[in-house]
């Protein structure tokens, strides 16, 4: 039998760490404090932490045994605490220097950083950038400590109105629960989404330098947590955002808490049918470069990241093609993969499809020059299953006919020889979000494209969100190495961020993300995209067009079997 008695507590608490080891320190002390044995042996810096499965501050105390894991700055959840933290030192150190003008947060930057820009005055000079800086700087030295209120929503609303952030206000109006956390620095208080450092002592690593009517947040991408990258400039990518962000601002809905008003007010409808039109606008002017182009560039090369929507954008832009006399032919990149057992290995010894060594690009080359030169070509047909190629389809194209070849490989100069490059129009697409929650939270387009295929995978292939969300790191590392180094490479850039998808897409990805089960990794990766979540008003799939992108995502699209062929 079991002996088992009452006894004083201890005073001490013990954690247990993910190596087996364990930690015992003051209970109730912060979980930064108990982790401070294993600080130097980290292998980037320590700004949160996983207790039993779900992520906290450093300053949460623990009062029970626990599971702890610290996590960096190398990760993902460590980056985004890093970077708010930051975002919220930079608001609190803009305001003490230029107190009657407005900050805005717009976009992250290729490089690692934020695009920033003021309004209510001309932008920032380099000296006062410099101060900026330096102020930030002096912040930093001092420590001071990130603090946190909880607040009724109604509180919330008066303060940001006495304050004139209109934005926040509006935003706090649709909040469901009855409580916010806001932030404090100082004297500064604010609404940020998400957890903090526990001091700006931790915010060592950054810069601010002016870009383009702006001026750049820099801070670490997540390998190299403690070093900034070489700057490097995107000016097409930037031009994008910025005409985006200018229509949203026409629309009236510059910001998440307007889009909310807008829903509540009935304009939906307006507000799907506008969003499309830009698309459609978009598209054609696309065509019409090509077509002006025609008789040199008869190769159109689409690439973006994943879940940008570039299928349904190939097939929308070979409608506009046509109705333009041209007659466009798809060609499938997946068709040219080399045999499996000659399939390059990534770093962690998996097969590694997205690597351009994986493709036969010689055999592409020759095929294109080919079809190109009025030849008939019989393509290869890629099984995955067996992992090799069979002969395929006997195609030959009608003179002058173009061919549109998409694949995560389009931009990169490696992908064709010369003289096919310069027969090549490029088109990147990506959906560039830019409305943003208020002007100093933003929607990352990468949370975007997540919630789109977390919708897609679970209607059309079956995953669950566990699956989707476990997968993503590794796109997301594919991504980074092989499509966004190229983006400034295309003669044309398509957003197709639509200012009301969240609206539709929430409440199809709710049901799929509470499925995640509590205690996994993905648990709190899903936890977080539905806090997101809750900010947008939901709207019905009914009011959205059957060849819009989303229907990509969230189905019966009129294009999913659309294809235009050759003779």
């Avoid at 920032?124 to 400590?145: F, Y």
Wanted: hydrophobic share 40%.
């Amino acid at each position: 039998m079991t002996d088992s008695h009452f006894v004083t507590p201890s005073d001490q608490v013990e954690i247990h760490l993910p190596d087996g080891r364990t930690l015992r320190g003051p209970r109730g002390a912060a979980a930064g404090d108990l982790l401070q044995p294993i600080v130097a042996e980290l292998a980037a810096p320590l700004v949160g932490v996983m207790i039993n499965g779900d992520l906290h501050e450093l300053t949460q105390p623990i009062d029970l045994e626990a599971r702890v894991r610290p996590v960096t700055m190398a990760e993902a959840d460590g980056a985004r605490i890093y970077r708010r933290s930051l975002t919220f030192l930079l608001e609190s150190a803009f305001v003490g220097l230029f107190p009657q003008t407005l900050l805005y947060i717009d976009h992250s930057l290729v490089s690692g950083g934020y695009f920033c820009n003021v309004r209510g005055r001309e932008p920032l000079m380099p000296g006062e950038l410099k101060n900026l800086e330096a102020e930030m700087r002096r912040l930093v030295a001092q420590n001071l400590p990130f603090g946190w209120r909880e607040v009724t929503i109604e509180e919330a609303i008066a303060y940001f109105e006495s304050r004139n952030d209109l934005d926040k206000a509006r935003l706090m109006h649709h909040r469901r629960k009855p409580t916010i956390r806001l932030y404090q620095l100082g004297d500064r208080l604010d609404y940020h989404h998400g957890f903090m450092v526990p001091s700006t002592g931790y915010l060592q690593w950054f810069a601010v330098v002016g870009m383009d009517g702006g001026f750049a947040l820099r801070y670490p991408r997540q390998h190299t947590p403690t070093k900034l990258g070489p700057m490097v400039e995107s000016p097409k990518l930037l031009a994008a955002f910025c005409q985006y962000g200018a229509w949203l601002e026409r629309l009236g809905i510059s910001s998440v808490g307007a889009l909310d008003d807008a829903i509540e007010a009935g304009r939906s409808r307006e507000i799907i049918l506008v969003s499309e039109a830009l698309h459609e606008q978009t598209i054609a002017e696309i065509a019409r470069q090509i077509a002006d182009r025609r008789k040199q560039a008869r190769l159109i090369l689409i690439s973006g990241p994943s879940s940008s929507g570039k299928t349904t954008f190939s097939r929308r832009l070979a409608v506009q093609l046509l109705a333009l006399g041209l007659s466009p032919f798809a060609l499938e990149l997946d068709n040219f993969f080399i045999e499996r057992e000659h399939t390059p290995r990534d770093g962690r010894g998996q097969l590694d499809y997205e690597t351009i060594e994986a493709l036969k690009l010689a055999q592409l080359g020759d095929h294109l020059q080919r079809l190109l030169s009025g030849e008939e070509v019989q393509l290869p047909r890629y099984s995955f299953q067996e992992g090799r190629q069979y002969p395929g389809d006997m195609v030959r194209l009608r003179p002058e006919q173009l061919i549109i070849l998409e694949g995560i490989h389009g931009l990169n100069p490696r992908l064709l020889p010369g003289a096919l490059a310069l027969q090549s129009f490029k088109i990147y697409a990506s959906a560039l979000t830019q409305l943003n929650l208020d002007r100093h939270n933003r929607v990352s387009t990468t949370d975007t494209r997540l919630i789109r295929r977390i919708v897609r995978d679970a209607r059309d292939r079956g995953y669950s969100a566990t699956d989707t969300i476990s997968r993503w790191e590794s796109v997301r590392r594919g991504e980074k190495l092989h499509i966004f180094p190229h983006q400034d490479n295309a003669d044309a850039m398509f957003n197709s961020a639509l200012a009301y998808e969240l609206s539709v897409l929430r409440p199809l990805a709710e049901p799929v993300l509470r499925q995640v089960a509590y205690g996994t990794p993905e648990f709190v990766e899903a936890r977080r995209l539905l806090a997101f979540l809750e900010w947008f008003t939901p709207v019905e799939t009914e009011g959205v067009p059957d060849n819009s992108i989303l229907r990509e995502f969230i189905g019966n699209s009129i294009l999913k079997d659309f294809k235009v062929w050759g003779d």
